[in-house]
C-alpha cells in the first residue's frame, strides 16, 4: 500500500469536527473507567492495557499512512499510535505497508472489539442491578460514537484508496 499522492491538509474546521466522535468516546472511556475503579482497580488496568495494545496494533496500521507523526483523525479516537509507529517503525524501507497494514487490522479487530467487550461485560455484570440506565448511557455513548466516527473521519482519511472503512464509506456515500 503506497500513501496517496494528495493529502488532506487538516483545516481548523476539520479539527473541530473530529472533537464530534471524540466526545462519547472519552465519555464512554471516562464512565467506565470511574465505575471500574470503584470495584477494583485491577479491572481499570487490564482496560487500560487493552488501550495501550489497540496503539500498537493501529501503530502497525500506521506504517505507510501520510500522517503518522502528525496531526491525524485518530488523535480524535484517542490514539498515540501515530507517533508510537515512528518509533516501532523508524526503519520505513524495510517494512511492507501492506502486510503491516493487513496484520495490524486483524490485531485491532481483535484486540479493540475485545476491549470493549471487557469493559461492557464488567459494567453489566457490575452495575446492572443498581444503575441500568448508567450503563445503558455508556453502552449508548460508544455505538453513537461509532457511525460518527465512520462518516466524519473516514471522508478524508490518508487511507482512502485501501482502509476497508474507507472503501465501504465511498460505496454509501
Ligand atoms: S490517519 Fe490512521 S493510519 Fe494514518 S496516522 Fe492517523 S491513525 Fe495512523
Not at 2 to 7: A, H, L, N, T
Not at 95 to 114: H, M, T
Amino acid at each position: 500500500m503506497s500513501p496517496r499522492k494528495c493529502i488532506h491538509q487538516w483545516t481548523k474546521q476539520d479539527r473541530a469536527l473530529h472533537l464530534i466522535p471524540a466526545t462519547p468516546l472519552i465519555l464512554f472511556n471516562a464512565g467506565a473507567i470511574y465505575l471500574l475503579a470503584k470495584e477494583s482497580l485491577l479491572l481499570v488496568g487490564v482496560f487500560l492495557l487493552l488501550w495501550v495494545g489497540v496503539n500498537f496494533a493501529v501503530a502497525g496500521i500506521c506504517v505507510g499512512c501520510p500522517y503518522r507523526g502528525g496531526y491525524c483523525p485518530g488523535l480524535s479516537q484517542l490514539y498515540f499510535a501515530p507517533f508510537l509507529s515512528l518509533v516501532l517503525y523508524r526503519d520505513q524501507e524495510s517494512i511492507s505497508p501492506k502486510r503491516s497494514f493487513n496484520n495490524g487490522l486483524i490485531f485491532l479487530g481483535v484486540i479493540g472489539i475485545g476491549s470493549y467487550v471487557f469493559a461492557i461485560y464488567w459494567l453489566v455484570r457490575l452495575y446492572w442491578q443498581s444503575v441500568p440506565l448508567v450503563v445503558l448511557t455508556l453502552i449508548a455513548f460508544l455505538l453513537v460514537h461509532m457511525p460518527l466516527s465512520f462518516f466524519i473521519l473516514c471522508p478524508k482519511c490518508g487511507y482512502n484508496d485501501t482502509c476497508p472503512m474507507s472503501k465501504v464509506h465511498k460505496v454509501i456515500e
